[in-house]
């Protein structure tokens, strides 16, 4: 998927909404436009990495990858650390499996969201 940029003043009313306190999640909540929703959030966790200054801040290696999951953190939020895209989800989960073992990521859980079968053992 090609990267969508948001405008600038997308992307200063999102980093208006973090600073303010509010979540990529609450932000999400808040657009209007449903279609372009998913869009927003993810532009939303990038925004906050910036502002937390942890975007494209770790090297990436199997093991780094494997220690942000480990210590509960969804794909996206490790693809901007790591690659500084959330979009890059699947070579974010590539050197996961890596470090884990082949199929580790699908089996990976953060304890968020629906759990498929293929995530079981």
């Known amino acids: 998927m090609a990267k969508r940029y948001r405008s600038a003043s997308e992307r200063f009313a999102i980093q208006r909404q973090l600073r303010a306190g509010l979540t990529p999640d609450q932000i999400q909540a808040r657009f ?3 279609a372009r929703a998913h ?9 906050e990495a910036r502002l937390e200054k ?5 090297i990436p290696t199997p ?6 999951r480990e210590n509960g953190l969804r ?5 901007v650390r790591v690659f500084g895209e959330p ?6 989960k590539a050197l996961y499996d890596h470090a884990r ?7 990976s859980y953060t304890g968020r969201g ?7 053992d």
């Open 63 to 68: 093991d780094s990858v494997a220690r942000l």
């Open 39 to 47: 869009e927003i959030y993810l532009t939303a966790i990038e925004e």
């Open 87 to 92: 979009r890059w989800v699947i070579a974010a």
């Open 101 to 107: 073992g082949r199929g580790a990521a699908r089996h």
């Open 32 to 34: 209007r436009n449903r």
């Open 114 to 120: 629906r759990r498929y079968p293929a995530m079981r």
């Open 75 to 79: 794909w996206e939020r490790i693809a």
């Open 54 to 58: 942890t975007y494209r801040s770790i």
